[in-house]
């Protein structure tokens, strides 16, 4: 398949980008499909495709209009990494029906991931994280899925839409979703029956202001994520005006960038999305700029990653033992010798199920669970995961 019969090449001079001396640019890593050019693969680790269809947006029409306007504000930054090399492969046709443009983003995404590229997705609705599930899907791989969201995306429309992407996913069967973590939700958008609904799956949910309050407790979930799906929505309006249905409250710009840097760091992340910008409500393109900020950490922490995962290499890792009395359970930990980063095995009685979730038995988690179980308490993470594989 010819993934440029997919695409409309990107303008440079439409996005105002020009090579400069000042600074080496990202500009200057990213190969761009231009007119007749499209980007070699080659060696490519990462790659930014645009959406443009918007018409399953929820009360956001126009969010189509969004890829161009955040790389005119990404090109210019300055390069995070010397060893940066990225394809920015245009912009995905819309389709004759939101469908059609499912099916595009859903080849695009597999044959993308077939050789291993890491991919970044920008602009139109987040009910294309639906279809970028689908090529996982196609592929067989079992993943989680983490969103950072003021809403769990549930709603009770038949039709797909940027509102209820989420349980046209679980729906799906054969079903290829472990686990989905919300990092970020408001309870006057979710309500109490979204919230136990969300419980009675097994999946996590964590408010705005946990969140807030210590925001390294995200990097973990986001290290768990092979899909990070981002709702700019989930910003607050003052910093991320661009939205047809904003909030006053939300994650400040820099804690957007603080996630956005989780999620480029974890060697399991292979698919991140950030959607719903709309730029007919933007201000002086702040929130472009702010969503190029937030991809520019990205991008510096993919280029930074560790290959810290403990599967892979045992001989780099500190493995803990610790065995609680009440009740009796024995907890194993390991700790990177590169990174500090710690994870946790989760036992599984059922060998089958071990066999189907093997790459996700061993969870990442913090420090703090390991000072939790040492005072013979059960970390959460642990005992959710427990029963996850367990019941």
Known sequence: MDLSTYFDPIDLVGIGYTVKDV??????????????????????????IGIKDDRNAVLNQGCGQAPDEIRRKLYP?????????????????????????????????????????????????QDHTFAAYKAY????????????????DLDGNEEMDSRNYLKHIIMQQPNYLFGYTNIGYQSYFAGPNYIKLMSDLKFDAYRLGSIQQRMEMAEPLLRNADMVSIDLGAVRQTDAPANGDPSPHGFYGEQLCQLARFAGMSDKTSCIGFFELNPRFDLHNQTSHMTAHALWYFIEGFFNRKADFPNRDKQNYRRYI?????????????????????WFEVPCQDEERRERYDRHLLVPCNYSDYEQALNNEVPELWWTYYQRFNE
């Open 322 to 342: 610790v065995e609680l009395k009440d009740p009796e359970v024995e907890i194993v930990f390991h700790k990177s010798k590169k990174s500090d980063r710690w």
């Open 137 to 152: 899907e196609i592929m067989g791989q079992v993943i989680n899925i983490c969103s950072i969201d003021s809403r769990f």
């Open 23 to 48: 600074f080496p640019q990202i500009g200057d890593a990213i190969i761009p499909y231009t007119t007749g050019n499209f980007p070699d693969l080659k060696g490519v680790r990462l790659a930014i």
């Open 77 to 125: 930054l300055a390069l995070p990494s010397n060893d940066c090399r990225i394809a920015d492969l245009g912009n995905i046709r819309s389709g004759q029906t939101p469908e059609d443009t499912y099916f595009a983003v859903t080849e695009v995404m597999y044959k993308l991931f077939e050789k291993n590229i890491t991919v970044i997705m920008l602009g139109a609705g």
